[in-house]
């Protein structure tokens, strides 16, 4: 399987400053099409996942601008500037190259 | 408006079987596979398996082989999980979800399912 390892925040982050949340693949995600199989989502407390970013840096629709993905093969960086109120929740990203479909272990984003 | 509406919360004894639905509206399944992930109290997110609702082909994470047992009926567009030999640590929140691309763009609302005696 392959595994998921995220990086944890130095929380509280100060509302308005910018966040970078870490996600390290154990096999590269890269597919033979270019095309690299890492998405993120959050999870707000009390509801269900919402996708932001899918094949590593595409915003979902509807998702804002301050949001972005980036990365390579295997290690993978999710963006949020000027961080509000209603990004607090938990971060994940998940591997959608083979089954299983792992996730990370989330990383939680609080505000200050 | 594409929505995923699961049943109800389950109370389960230890040893008893539940089963969750998931119905759909707004997309056919049979054009995308239905999903099922887990998350135990305070911990992260767990795929458990998926469904192709045209031909019943199921692929289920190891630890969920001979725990979960996935179903669609394409007619009322609707996807099952009947989750059996439960116990203690069964008891989570499960979520319905579905991919029209390389992610999971549509969940359902979740249900707690509790085990105990």
């Known amino acids: 399987d392959i595994v998921m390892t995220q990086g944890a925040l130095p929380n509280p982050v100060p509302s308005g400053e910018s966040a970078s949340i870490t996600c390290q693949s154990s096999?590269?995600?890269?597919?033979?099409?270019?095309?690299?199989?890492l998405n993120w989502y959050l999870q707000r407390p009390g509801q269900s996942p919402q996708l932001l970013i899918y094949?590593?840096?595409t915003r979902a629709l509807g998702v804002s601008d301050r949001f972005s993905g980036s990365g390579s093969g295997t290690d993978f960086t999710l963006k949020i500037s000027s961080v509000e109120a209603e990004d607090v929740g938990v971060y994940y990203c998940?591997?959608?190259?083979?089954?299983?479909?792992?996730f990370g272990a989330g990383t939680k984003l609080e505000l200050k | 408006e594409v929505q995923l509406q699961q049943s109800g919360a389950e109370f389960g004894k230890p040893g008893t079987s539940v089963m969750l639905s998931c119905k759909v509206s707004?997309?056919?399944?049979?054009?995308?596979?239905m999903h099922w992930v887990n998350q135990r109290p305070g911990k992260g997110l767990k795929w458990i398996g998926r469904?192709?609702?045209?031909?019943?082909?199921?692929i289920y994470t190891e630890k969920f082989k001979n725990k979960a047992t996935l179903t669609a009926d394409t007619s009322s567009n609707t996807a099952y999980m009947q989750l059996s030999q439960l116990q203690s640590d069964d008891t989570a929140i499960y979520f319905c979800?579905?991919?029209?691309?390389?992610?999971?763009?549509?969940w359902g609302q979740g249900v707690l399912v509790t085990v105990s005696s």
């Open positions: 979800a579905m991919n029209s691309g390389y992610y999971f763009d549509y």
């Open positions: 707004g997309y056919n399944i049979r054009n995308t596979y």
């Open positions: 469904i192709d609702p045209t031909n019943g082909n199921t």
């Open positions: 096999k590269s995600l890269l597919h033979s099409n270019g095309k690299t199989y």
């Open positions: 094949w590593m840096s």
């Open positions: 998940q591997q959608f190259l083979e089954y299983p479909y792992m």
